[in-house]
């Protein structure tokens, strides 16, 4: 059977179903039904002559040449972009970052504004879930993890440094005797994360301060969770300075002694890293993280 030539339209749903994993992700993101979507993919795979995609019950893999397609079609993509802003039309599509919680709602979300003011034409996802998404994978563009990746294939930069320190309500401290050492944190509750939930080690933050995991009796895998409950008086936490101090009226406790410092990583395709609409998207998070210094590392 002779093949057709490929028709752009089908390319565009396959770059959707790719990046989403499913058709019905695809659908809500194109604003289509999930048969039109399933309509374009057969009629590449009849084009190509090939299996594009491993049809699983959750959802769409790409197989061996479907991710030897993605390549392909995203250097269109991205040709296409750099045409588009060469002439003046800024940045256009859909760029979806992967953040942990904290990061992406505390502190990404506020500041967005200012990257889709100079772009009208872009849509930002973010998808704050404690797992990052994979890069690799094709299921966001950038991500800000705890820890930099390993081999080639993704490309990373120290985003900033941030601060952690245990944190309490006056109520909870008020109705409890006065913490003067490590040793008086033995006999209180601690909030932190639910643990065989804890995707890097990087997030261990009341393992790294010797802190009982017998006192972790409020166990969530929501850092707004965990905050929540110490504002309610409830517990103590360990939290990141930017987010605990976004609730006026915490209390740090034992500051001086009893703190840990992290690194958010900026991650980034190794084939993407020079694309114009990558490399403004990581220009605008340096300078946003860069003005924020002093909520990152407060004294």
């Excluded at 609730?247 to 190794?270: C, D, H, K, S």
């Amino acid at each position: 059977m002779t093949k057709r030539g490929l028709d752009w339209r089908d390319l565009q749903y396959f770059l959707a179903v790719s990046r989403g994993g499913s058709l019905s992700v695809a659908a809500r993101a194109l604003g289509v039904e999930h048969t039109t979507v399933a309509r374009h993919i057969h009629s590449l795979e009849q084009a190509t002559g090939a299996t594009l995609f491993e049809r699983h019950p959750r959802g769409y893999v790409l197989t061996r040449q479907g991710e030897q397609l993605v390549a392909t079609v995203e250097s269109m993509e991205r040709e296409a972009r750099r045409v588009s802003e060469s002439t003046g039309g800024g940045l256009s599509g859909t760029v979806r970052i992967s953040a942990l919680e904290g990061f992406g709602n505390f502190f990404l979300a506020p500041r967005i504004g200012t990257l889709l003011d100079s772009n009208p034409d872009l849509t930002v996802e973010m998808v704050t879930i404690q797992q990052i998404l994979s890069l690799s994978r094709r299921q966001a563009d950038l991500a800000i993890s705890l820890t930099p990746p390993s081999g080639d294939r993704l490309r990373a930069e120290p985003l900033t440094d941030y601060r952690l320190f245990i944190y309490a309500s006056p109520d909870y401290l008020a109705r409890h005797a006065p913490i003067t050492g490590r040793d008086d944190l033995a006999s209180h509750i601690f909030a932190g994360y639910v643990d065989e939930l804890v995707f890097t080690r990087a997030l261990d933050y009341l393992g790294d301060l010797g802190i009982d995991s017998r006192s972790v009796r409020i166990q969530n895998s929501s850092i707004q969770a965990q905050k929540a409950a110490v504002a309610a008086g409830l517990c103590l936490a360990v939290l990141p300075a930017f987010v605990a101090e976004s609730t006026p009226g915490l209390v740090r406790v034992l500051p001086e002694t009893t703190n840990l410092r992290r690194t958010y990583w900026l991650i980034t395709r190794a084939d993407e890293g020079r694309s114009s609409r990558i490399r403004h998207l990581c220009e605008n998070l340096h300078r946003e993280t860069d003005a924020a210094r002093a909520l990152f590392l407060p004294e």
